[in-house]
């Protein structure tokens, strides 16, 4: 059974850094790609970063410069460095793993196979 278990969110001032950890169980973890997503209070979950097997990345706009996704397969958890963090950036924050091979490059959604249950980060002003 696939679990997903991120840590590391909590309360930060804005401009800040929290780097979040989601650690990974019930899969050959190095096979597969890995994302963030997040949701703030009344929002839309809204995608984040994501990492390929390969390391390739890629990241919404809105972090872009600010969040860096990376991975580590002799762990099994995949990071997201988060700095200059802003009172936007509050929300849950979700880790993803996708089915296996699955990958479309202009939706983030697509192939997403388990979620995490989220951690808390929220940026104070």
């Known amino acids: 059974q696939v679990q997903l278990v991120e840590s590391g969110g909590g309360l930060v001032q804005a401009g800040g850094s929290l780097r979040l950890s989601c650690a990974a169980s019930?899969?050959?973890?190095?096979?597969?790609?890995m994302g963030w997503f997040r949701q703030a209070p009344g929002n839309q979950r809204e995608f984040i970063a994501r990492i390929t097997t390969s390391g390739s990345t890629a990241y919404a706009d809105s972090v872009k410069g600010r969040f860096t996704i990376s991975r580590d397969n002799a762990e099994n958890t995949v990071y997201l460095q988060m700095n200059s963090l802003k009172s936007e950036d509050t929300a849950v924050y979700y880790c993803?793993?996708?089915?296996?091979?699955?990958?479309?490059?202009?939706?983030?959604?697509?192939?997403?196979?388990?979620w995490g249950k989220g951690t808390l980060v929220t940026v104070s002003q």
């Open positions: 019930g899969r050959t973890f190095s096979n597969y790609h």
């Open positions: 993803t793993i996708y089915r296996l091979g699955w990958y479309r490059a202009t939706d983030p959604f697509y192939g997403i196979d388990y």
